[in-house]
RNA sequence: GUGGCUGUAGCUCAGUUGGCAGAGCACCGGGUUGUGGUCCCGGGUGUCGGGGGUUCAAAUCCCCUCAGUCACCCCA
């Protein structure tokens, strides 16, 4: 048997790793819920038509077969995992559309899958966390800057750098294209997108080369440069001089989602209107969240408005959703020494073992203990007294228990002060910063 | 998916025109029959990412492949 290797995109954390990631998520999930989003999961796989519904992602879909399958059996050909949680979340409103009450707040945890090429902070496998919010027929504007400020207030509560939101609306974009006569709105989003990356020069050269004239191309650029911290965009685009209804209800939706969230929470948002990616399902708002520091590596959120995802021919329930990149976060972290538990381990205590005949003594001051909710494990074997001080140090465990001569006369010792007290199983607390790993 | 760079011990890396696989840190054992970290002594712990080829001889040259990374594409 050879030694096995990691598999391309689809990484695995250590366990000093797995615990910030489970703190981590812990802490969205409680600040979702403060904000009343209910919890869903989905199952991992979908119909293929039902992920393929939107758009040209089929690339990335992986698709589910069973070996022992034959060629004419097809009963599982047709599913494919999850690339998002956008397109579960909106096929099971539909389905579960009787039971739930609208408009549905909830919040999903779990991973999806791409079937792209894997680099630092992307992967085939990750995890996101996301809150969405639909409605019946109408889902309210005020959501479209509810839903962004929950998503910071998660990730601010993280210690992880600052994530600014960067804000703009396909409305918008769309209809100052059209009143400018661009034939090809998408391309020209792509190309204004890498504006922060190739610069104007190159960005005016690209879109001239798709046919634009010189114009037309130092509009749209002078439309991607626009980016304000408040509704001000929207005095920078009039002087722009162009005109389109499209245009006009997005610079108000915009100018709405801005205001509020300037007022309400200063600096989380911009409104950036070069933002132009994410998946093609969105028809309005569109956010970008970019960690400071790390903003050449992609989103770390992202999400937008979804006004045609979830519906049947009679019913239609549009939505509005941002996505946290769980796994590309930590990744980032992790890859740059910013992020760690302060140790590897749940335990919090070792109780050292002088004898084994004396391990059922351990046994019983290791149960007073997590009695107490005290993670404690008691020593592997009775090896001196220095390799077990050693065992603990090496795995970050603040405390070492050492039973007493008499039963219940025992000490416990701070390993990183080296001070050392007569302590009762029964009664001792650790100081509650030591009770569990913590993030820093 | 396309192209560039990289891959040697747990980690960071050295390894000459092809000639016995190395260093620092880490780790293990002992000094120290029972309270660690310092210090001293001892130990290399390795399919040189994997496979094939050239050669008397390959970590070194060639081909393929896997992984990491960067750019493109796309995106969390």
């Known amino acids: 048997m050879t030694r096995p290797t990691p598999l391309s995109g689809f990484p695995e954390w250590l366990p000093g ?5 489970q703190r981590f998520v812990e802490r969205l999930r409680s600040v979702f819920e403060l904000h009343g989003f209910a919890p869903v999961e989905t199952r991992a796989v979908e119909p293929l038509d039902q992920l393929l519904r939107k758009g040209e992602t089929s690339k990335e879909v992986y698709v589910l077969r069973r070996l022992q399958a034959t060629p004419e059996d097809t009963s599982d050909e047709q599913l494919g995992l999850h690339f998002d949680l956008t397109v579960p979340f909106a096929r099971y409103v539909l389905e579960h559309a009787g039971k739930l009450q609208f408009p549905f707040r909830r919040y999903q945890i779990q991973k999806v899958w791409r079937g792209e090429s894997p680099q630092a902070g992307r992967y085939r496998e990750f995890r996101q966390a996301d809150i969405d919010i639909v409605d ?3 889902v309210g504007l005020h959501y479209d800057y509810e839903l962004p400020l929950v998503a910071a207030e998660a990730l601010a509560g993280l210690p992880i750098p600052p994530v600014v939101i960067h804000t703009s609306n396909r409305k918008l974009a769309q209809g100052f294209y059209r009143g400018l006569g661009v034939e090809d709105p998408a391309a020209v989003l792509r190309i204004v997108d890498k504006l922060d990356k190739i610069g104007p020069d190159k960005v005016v050269a690209a879109l001239v080369a798709e046919g634009l004239s010189d114009g037309q191309a130092k509009a749209c650029l002078s439309l991607a440069e626009v980016v304000t911290p408040d509704a001000s965009f929207v005095e920078r685009v009039a002087a722009l001089g162009v005109s389109d209804p499209l ?3 997005g610079l108000a939706e915009l100018a709405t989602v801005l205001s509020a969230a300037s007022e309400l929470a200063p600096g989380l948002l911009v ?6 990616r994410g998946l093609d399902y969105y028809t309005g708002t569109v956010y970008e969240g970019k960690m400071r520091g790390f903003e050449k590596s992609g989103a770390v959120c992202a999400g937008g408005r979804y006004d045609n995802l979830a519906s049947t021919g009679t019913d239609r329930f ?3 959703g941002i996505s946290i990149g769980v796994s590309r976060i930590l990744g980032l972290l992790f890859g740059s020494g910013a992020l760690s538990a302060s140790r590897p381990v749940p335990t919090c205590v070792l109780v050292a073992l002088p004898d084994e005949a004396r391990r059922r003594e351990c046994d019983r001051i290791a149960v007073a203990l997590r009695a107490r909710g005290i993670p404690v494990e008691v020593a592997p074997t009775a090896a001196k007294y220095g390799k077990q001080i050693r ?5 970050g465990i603040p405390f070492v228990w050492f039973p007493g001569e008499e039963a219940g006369a025992g000490e416990v010792k701070d ?4 001070d050392q007290a007569p302590a009762d199983p029964a009664t001792w607390v650790p100081p509650a910063e030591d009770l569990h790993p913590t993030l820093g």
């Open 391 to 395: 065992y603990a140090d090496r795995r």
């Open 318 to 320: 549009p939505g509005v």
């Open 17 to 21: 790793q797995q615990i910030v990631e």
């Open 415 to 418: 390993i990183r002060s080296g």
């Open 271 to 276: 409104a950036d209107l070069s933002i132009a």
């Open 136 to 138: 019946r027929d109408e």
């Open 247 to 249: 245009l006009d209800e």
